[in-house]
């Protein structure tokens, strides 16, 4: 119940983001709901903000490791709403 979507906004000078949906009927949680938990948890993760529909990560200022910790974080907060 969740996809995911490689996206490259013109105006983010080629910069690859990462566009997260998923059926809030299978995982019940909104954006903005994994928005705060990211920015409330440890550590705190901040991603693109004003996402209503899908969750938005950029990786403009990541560095290696980072995304495992942002995947993990994410893939915790969307078990514990299934």
Do not use: F, Y
């Amino acid at each position: 119940s969740v996809s995911t979507e490689v996206w490259i906004p013109q105006i983010a000078n080629q910069v690859p983001h990462l566009k997260i949906r998923w059926d809030r009927e299978v995982v019940n949680i909104t954006v903005r709901d994994v928005v705060r938990q990211l920015r409330e948890g440890e550590p705190s993760i901040e991603v693109v903000p004003g996402s209503r529909n899908e969750l938005i990560v950029g990786v403009w200022m990541m560095q290696r490791g980072d995304a495992q910790v942002v995947a993990r974080r994410i893939r915790q907060i969307l078990r514990a709403a299934a």
